[in-house]
C-alpha cells in the first residue's frame, strides 16, 4: 500500500456528510471532483514558502461539521492583523495518485513458520485513490489497493509456499508540511486470501489450503516530493517516494491442508492441520507514487502550492526577463526545493528562497 | 539532509529487527521414517525424535484421524526404547535426556508414559542414567531401563538396571536403580516370571541373563540384593540361552522351579527354590538351588509339562530328533522320538482339546524341517507319551504367531521363505496354506479375528478373516511400511496403514469390512500438529 500525496491545494472546505458520502462514491472510482469553496486571496507574490499558513478562524455553518483549530505551529500569516479575510475565490479541481512499492510485514504467527525461516513477508504493492476533501494544509483522501507476495521454504524436507493477497481501501488523512513534505496517517481495513502449499513425499499431488480473513492497518508515514512537471494552466504531475509504518491486525486463517484431487479421484484424503495463520504484526511500506493535479478555474490561495511560473512573474519580472535573454531552452521539470544543485547553489535568488526551507 | 539519512537508516534498522524473528528449529529438521510406529489399543504412536515429541493418532467412527502430538524428551535412542505395554493401553517411550548435562535446563533422561486412550503423557519418570533398552513387564506393571547398544558415555556401568513400578506415580522410591552383583558378566537379557509361590509366599521374580550366569530379583521388594545362579562349578564359563518357569503343580505338590538352557551346552540347570539358610542375613525369603541334568546334546528350547506322572520339564533336542522329559526332583530323563528335527515348543493344551485329559498337547515346530508335531503328554501306559503327530509341511517355519483371544485355538505359522503362511486350526489340527509373494509381513489383529498381510515397499494389502480363511486383496495408491490394527471411538476397528515417504503418509481403512471406497488418506502427517 503507498500513502498518497496530495494532489491538490490545500485550502479550507467546510465539511459536509452527504458531500463526503458523494464524493467518497466517486473517489472510489479513482477520480474526484469536489466543488471548491470561495478561496481567500492569495498572498502576496513575495510570500515565503513555508508549511501552510494558518488560516482566519471563521465560524463554520450550522448544518457542517466544525473547523479544524489552526494549526498553532503554522508560519504567520501574511495578511496583516487588521485585514478582513480575503474574499474566497470559486475553484475547481481534481485529484487522483497512483503507485507501486513494497510492503514487509513481519508476521510471528507460528503458522507462517513451514513457508519462511524469518519472520517477514515481502509483498509488492499496487495502489490508487483520490481526494475527498481539503481543509488547509489538512486534506482527506480515500485510497486503495492489492499487495500480493509470496513465500517460499522447506518445512522438514518438504517444500512450502505461501501467496499472500491483501485487498484494502480506506481513509488517508494528509498534513502538508512543505510543498515537497507531506504526512499522512491511514486507516485501511481489508481482505486477506491466503494460500499454502506443501509439495511432500507422502503424496502425489501437492497439499494445499487457502482462506480468506480480515485486517486492518493502521499506520502513517511521510512522503517526499522527486520532482513534478507541469504548471498553474495544465495538469501538474509529481512524483514522490513514500515511507510508511505501521501496525496491521489480522484475523486467523485455519491452515488445514489436503491434496488437490481431480474431479474423477474417487479418494477421500484428510487434513494435515498446520497452526493457523495470524498475518497480524507490524508493516513498513516504501514506494513511488505520481499524483495529478489540475485546476479547472481560479487559482490557488495557497503560495506554496501554486505553479513557480506564476510565483515567478508575479516576484520578478527583470529576473524573468533576464532568464528570457539567455540563450537557454525552457526547463520541463522543476527539481524540488531540497533537491542539492550546484547550480541552483550559485544563483543568489534561489539561496534567498531556499531560505525558506525548515 | 544528513537528519534524513538518519532517519531513513533508524527506519531500515527498525525494520530489520522487526523481521529477524526466526521460526521453530522443528521445520528445519528432517523426518526419521526408519523407526517403526507403535501400535497401541486405541491410537498409533508416531515418534518424531528430532522434534521431540509424540504424534498420537486415533481413528474416529468416520475413519477420520485425530492427531494429538505430545511433548517427549531429548535423544530418543535410535534403535529401540519404545514399547507398548502387552494390554495394550500405554507407550512407553525412553528418552536419554541431554548428555551430559550442563546445566540446570538440560533434560534429565526419562521415561514417558503415553496413554493410548487420553492421547496424553500420563507419568513421566526421570532415570538417574541415560540408559537405552527398555524391557516391559508381560503383566504391564514394571518396566526395567538397562543398558544399551547407544550408550556412550565416557564411562558407564553396565550392570545397572533401572526398574520403573509403572502402577506407581513417580516418587523418591520409584523408579529404584540397582546394580546387580557380577562376577565379570553383564546382562543380556531380562525377563520377567509369573507369580510364583515361593518360599515366603508369592514373588514375581525378574530374570537377568548375563553372559555366564544368571541373575534374580525379587520384584515384590527392590530393596533385598539380587541373586545370582552360577551355571557351572568348573572353570569354564558357559552362557545361558533360555529359560522356562513353572509355579509348580498343587496336585502332585511339585513346586516352583525354574529350568535354564544353556549355549552349545548339552546340560540344563534346574533351579529349586528352597528356603534360606538359618545363617542367611540377607533378608531374601528364599534360596536358588541349581541342579545340573546332562541330555545328548544341546537342548533347543526348554518347557514344563504336565504328565500323568507328574510335572516333567521337556526339552528338545533337535540334534538327536527328540523331546527329552526330565522329572524335575530327580533328574530322569525320558525319551520321545519326533522323527525330525523340531526346534520350537508351545503349549496349546487348551486350543487342542487336551484339557481334560490330565496332559499337556505341546506343538513343535521348526525353521530347518518342513514339519510341526502334536505330542499328546496324556494316559501313558509305558511310555512317556501318549501321542505324536507329524504334520508335513511344504516348507520349514520361520515364526508361530499366537492369535489373541477369542481365537486362541488358531495360530499362524509363517513360512521360511516368505511366500508361505499357514493357518492352524489346534482343535481340528488343520494346516491352510495361503500363497503370497515373497516377502511379505504378517500382522495379527489384537481382537483375533484377522491377519493382515503386506509386503514392504509395494502397496499390496491383503486381509484374511479366520472365519473363513478368505483372502481380501486390496492395492493401496502409496507404498506401505507397516500396519496398525487399533479400536475405533465408536467401537469398531480401523487398519491404519502407515506409508513411510517424505513426511510419512497413512492410509485409514475399516478394518472388519476392508474397502478403498471409503478408505481416508493422509499425507505429509508429521509436517502437522508442530507447535
Known amino acids: ?358 | 539532509m544528513k537528519n534524513r539519512k538518519a532517519w531513513l537508516a533508524a527506519a531500515g534498522l527498525s525494520l530489520a529487527c522487526a523481521s529477524c524473528g526466526g521460526r521453530s528449529p522443528d521445520w528445519d529438521t528432517s523426518v526419521q521414517t526408519s523407526r517403526a510406529p507403535l501400535g497401541a489399543r486405541s491410537s498409533i504412536v508416531l515418534l518424531d525424535a528430532p522434534a521431540e515429541r509424540a504424534l498420537m493418532i486415533a481413528v474416529d467412527g468416520d475413519l477420520k484421524a485425530i492427531p494429538v502430538a505430545v511433548p517427549i524428551g531429548r535423544n530418543l535412542p535410535s534403535t529401540g526404547g519404545a514399547a507398548i505395554t502387552p494390554d495394550g493401553a500405554r507407550a512407553l517411550v525412553l528418552c536419554r535426556g541431554d548428555v551430559p548435562r550442563k546445566s540446570s535446563k538440560d533434560q534429565p533422561p526419562a521415561l514417558f508414559v503415553l496413554d493410548s486412550d487420553e492421547q496424553r503423557v500420563s507419568a513421566r519418570y526421570e532415570l538417574s542414567d541415560p540408559l537405552s533398552a527398555l524391557t516391559v513387564d508381560p503383566e504391564s506393571r514394571f518396566a526395567i531401563a538397562s543398558a544399551g547398544l547407544d550408550d556412550s558415555t565416557f564411562v558407564s556401568n553396565p550392570n545397572e538396571l533401572i526398574v520403573v513400578d509403572l502402577s506407581q506415580p513417580p516418587s523418591a522410591q520409584n523408579p529404584v536403580a540397582l546394580t546387580l552383583r557380577s562376577f565379570g558378566g553383564r546382562p543380556e537379557r531380562v525377563d520377567f516370571t509369573p507369580s510364583l509361590s515361593l518360599p515366603g509366599g508369592k514373588h514375581r521374580l525378574l530374570v537377568v541373563q548375563t553372559d555366564r550366569d544368571l541373575a534374580l530379583l525379587d520384584l515384590e521388594d527392590l530393596s533385598r540384593p539380587d541373586i545370582t545362579v552360577k551355571l557351572t562349578g568348573g572353570a569354564s564359563a558357559v552362557s545361558p540361552a533360555g529359560f522356562a518357569v513353572t509355579d509348580g503343580d498343587p496336585a502332585t505338590g511339585d513346586s516352583a522351579r525354574l529350568a535354564v538352557r544353556l549355549q552349545g551346552d548339552p546340560n540344563v540347570v534346574i533351579v529349586d527354590f528352597l528356603p534360606p539358610a538359618p545363617d542367611d542375613a540377607s533378608g531374601v525369603p528364599f534360596r536358588p538351588t541349581p541342579n545340573i541334568v546332562g541330555l545328548a546334546a544341546p537342548a533347543s528350547d526348554l518347557a514344563f509339562l504336565r504328565t500323568d506322572g507328574g510335572l516333567r520339564l521337556g526339552a528338545l533336542v533337535p540334534a538327536a530328533k527328540e523331546l527329552s522329559l526330565i522329572e524335575p526332583a530327580t533328574g530322569a530323563v525320558a525319551h520321545v522320538d519326533l522323527g525330525a528335527s523340531l526346534e520350537h515348543i508351545a503349549l496349546v493344551t487348551e486350543a487342542a482339546g487336551g484339557a481334560d485329559t490330565g496332559g499337556d498337547v505341546a506343538l513343535l515346530w521348526s525353521a530347518s524341517s518342513a514339519s510341526i508335531a502334536f505330542v499328546a503328554l496324556g494316559n501313558t501306559v509305558g511310555k512317556p507319551y501318549k501321542s505324536v503327530q507329524l504334520v508335513p509341511l511344504p516348507e520349514p517355519v520361520s515364526a508361530v504367531l499366537d492369535v489373541p483371544a477369542p481365537r486362541t485355538d488358531i495360530k499362524v505359522l509363517a513360512g521360511a521363505s516368505g511366500q508361505r503362511f499357514f493357518v492352524l486350526d489346534l482343535p481340528s489340527r488343520t494346516v491352510s496354506p495361503l500363497l503370497a509373494r515373497a516377502g511379505v509381513d504378517l500382522t495379527l489383529s489384537p481382537d483375533g479375528q484377522r491377519v493382515w498381510v503386506t509386503q514392504r515397499n509395494t502397496p499390496n494389502l491383503a486381509s484374511i478373516d479366520f472365519a473363513t480363511i478368505h483372502p481380501q486383496n486390496l492395492l493401496l495408491d502409496r507404498p506401505v511400511g507397516s500396519v496398525l490394527d487399533i479400536a475405533r471411538r465408536d467401537g469398531g476397528r480401523a487398519l491404519v496403514v502407515v506409508h513411510p515417504q517424505g513426511s510419512i503418509g497413512l492410509s485409514i481403512l475399516d478394518a472388519r469390512n476392508p474397502s478403498l471406497l471409503d478408505a481416508r488418506e493422509y499425507a505429509a502427517v508429521l509436517a502437522g500438529e508442530l507447535p
Open chain 1, 1 to 358: 500500500m503507498t500513502p498518497n500525496p496530495p494532489a491538490s491545494l490545500p485550502a479550507r472546505r467546510p465539511l459536509s456528510a452527504p458531500l463526503l458520502l458523494a464524493a467518497a462514491a466517486l473517489l472510489t472510482a479513482g477520480v474526484s471532483s469536489a466543488q471548491q469553496p470561495e478561496a481567500p486571496d492569495p498572498p502576496p507574490p513575495d510570500a515565503p514558502l513555508e508549511p501552510s499558513a494558518p488560516q482566519p478562524p471563521v465560524a463554520p455553518p450550522p448544518t457542517r461539521s466544525p473547523a479544524p483549530p489552526p494549526l498553532a505551529a503554522a508560519a504567520p500569516s501574511t495578511a496583516s492583523p487588521g485585514d478582513a479575510p480575503p474574499a474566497p475565490r470559486l475553484a475547481r479541481q481534481w485529484g487522483v495518485w497512483g503507485g507501486l512499492g513494497a510492503r514487509y510485514s513481519q508476521i510471528k504467527s507460528t503458522g507462517y513458520d513451514p513457508f519462511a525461516t524469518k519472520d517477514l513477508l515481502v509483498q509488492f504493492n499496487l495502489n490508487a485513490g483520490a481526494q475527498v476533501l481539503r481543509l488547509g494544509s489538512f486534506s482527506l483522501g480515500v485510497t486503495g489497493g492489492w499487495d500480493i507476495g509470496a513465500s517460499g521454504s522447506t518445512a522438514r524436507g518438504a517444500q512450502s509456499s505461501l501467496t499472500m493477497h491483501r485487498l484494502w481501501a480506506g481513509p488517508e488523512a494528509r498534513v502538508s508540511l512543505f510543498r515537497w513534505l507531506y504526512v499522512f496517517g491511514r486507516a485501511a481495513p481489508a481482505a486477506l486470501h491466503a494460500r499454502a502449499t506443501l509439495t511432500d513425499a507422502s503424496s502425489a499431488e501437492p497439499l494445499a489450503s487457502k482462506g480468506w480473513t480480515w485486517g486492518l492497518d493502521l499506520s502513517g508515514g511521510g512522503a517526499l516530493e522527486m520532482f513534478h512537471v507541469g504548471n498553474a494552466e495544465g495538469p501538474t504531475a509529481r512524483f514522490w517516494v513514500i515511507a510508511e509504518a505501521g501496525y496491521g491486525f489480522a484475523g486467523r486463517i485455519e491452515q488445514n491442508l489436503t491434496p488437490r484431487l481431480g474431479d474423477d479421484d474417487p479418494r477421500t484424503f484428510g487434513t494435515t492441520r498446520l497452526a493457523p495463520l495470524d498475518a497480524s504484526g507490524a508493516l513498513a511500506r516504501v514506494s513511488f507514487a505520481i499524483s495529478l493535479l489540475r485546476l479547472r478555474s481560479g487559482g490557488s490561495h495557497d503560495p506554496r502550492l501554486r505553479p513557480r511560473a506564476s510565483r515567478r512573474s508575479e516576484r520578478s519580472r527583470h529576473r524573468r526577463e533576464a532568464s528570457r535573454r539567455r540563450p537557454c531552452r525552457r526547463r520541463r521539470w522543476s527539481r524540488p526545493r531540497w533537491w542539492p544543485s550546484s547550480r541552483t547553489a550559485t544563483r543568489p535568488d534561489l539561496l534567498r528562497r531556499g531560505s525558506a526551507r525548515p
